[in-house]
């Protein structure tokens, strides 16, 4: 198996400066004014499936999201109506 461990946190990295310097939102992966939400954030630093599904379980398992939950997911999480951006960036640094 191959281990994506420095390539998942280099992505969250990014994903989380992309979305210091940019706009976030909710309720879509990118909205029409080309802010993004979490995933969407991750999307844009990587095209492989498999390591950003990689990235997104283990976003899951930190924030204490069952594996394979289609009702409790990270999108859901991140379109929580009291979820701000700054939580969304804390929780892609690993440090929410």
Do not use: H
């Not at 990118?30 to 283990?58: H, M, P, W, Y």
Request: aromatic share 8%; charged share 30%; net charge negative.
């Amino acid at each position: 198996m191959v281990s994506f461990v420095g390539k998942e946190m280099n992505i969250r990295l990014e994903a989380a400066k992309w979305l210091e310097e940019n706009e976030w939102c909710q309720g879509a992966y990118v909205n029409g004014k080309g802010a993004r939400c979490l995933v969407g954030a991750l999307g844009v630093f990587t095209e492989d499936a498999k390591l950003l599904s990689q990235v997104i379980r283990e976003l899951d398992s930190e924030l204490g999201i069952p594996p394979f939950d289609a009702t409790d997911t990270i999108t859901k999480w991140n379109d929580e109506p009291s979820r701000t951006k700054e939580e969304v960036i804390a929780a892609l640094r690993n440090n929410q």
